[in-house]
């Protein structure tokens, strides 16, 4: 089943951060989106100190998410750059603050920050974008410490009280790592801003008859691919393999927070909207079969293009509560 929440909410949008947030109420939706993507900032920012003392500069900001009761317990570090992309906050409010709300509270929050535009990060972060495009992530270096971080945490405290958080590559990061937890029965609160979604930006064509047009011909083909390899003994594993992989996330519902000007991860709006046209049309069958399914895996893959990986597409899920931005994502604020 999908469950989608579709909502413009620019109301809210250009009201993330820190400096709107003076109290935060855990059953407030907006304030939970707000925490999980100033926290993903608070990884930039520690990168950025990084970066800046080991150029001899000064701090570039304090750390404002004390502000609220959060501490860093853990920077994540890449093996490759020894870059931090990654950080562990411990939500600690004091004894007094207590109050109803602190039941939906996180007790840790791992967030991922995206692509670095800096000389010493871009060329590491470029080739992890390549790896998402090539269906790798998860054999990368980076991936291995993210997801013994999660394992880690989750074992000692449970995964009722982690939460995690991710922009853009990290997005992708917190999302493999969510799905990897999915497949052991953690289902853990995920706030995902722009998640890449490797395929053409169908969403961005204009004419709304040729998107659906462009979207039943995808689905018809994944569609004839998928039972012609059903009907050969030698795929025949591989794909229940798979579909029961797809199956075992599907009770995982992550938030999805996606920019409807951003190609990257506007694509994730159609697929959702198609996935319930089906469904509306009494196609549900057709919807599951093809939307766990990339029509781009499938082609490179039946051309014999080396080096990707066909199973399971990272980008592709069950079912997710998707809000869409619809202000112009100039950055990491107002794309969230």
Known sequence: MCSVIMASGSEYFNRCGPKYLSNIDWNNAHHRRSVSASLV???????????????????????????????????????NDKSIFGAIFEYKPSAYSYHRSMDRSPRYVIA????????????????????IIRNGLHHTGRFRTAIKAVLDLVSVVGSSKVWLTGHSLGAAMAMLAGKNMAKRGNFLEAFLFNPPYVSPPIERIKNKKVRHGLRFAGTLIKAGIAFAAAASDNHNNSNGIQDSSFAA????????FVNHLDPICSEYIGYFKHKKKLEDIGA????????????????????????????EPLHLLPSANLTMNLYPCQDMISAC
């Open 41 to 79: 900032e608070g990884v930039y920012m520690l990168e950025e100190d990084r970066q800046a003392r080991r150029g001899g500069s000064q701090c570039v900001a304090p750390p404002w998410w004390e502000f609220f009761n959060f501490k860093v317990v853990n920077a994540l570090v890449d093996d």
């Open 112 to 131: 991922f920050q995206g692509t670095l535009i800096k000389l010493e990060s871009f060329a590491r972060d470029l080739k992890l974008d390549i790896d």
């Open 284 to 311: 549900g069958g057709l919807a599951r079969l093809t939307s766990q399914h990339s029509l781009g895996n499938m082609a490179m893959s039946a051309v014999g293009i080396k080096g990707i990986d066909t199973s």
């Open 249 to 256: 996330i599907s009770g995982w519902i992550p938030c999805l």
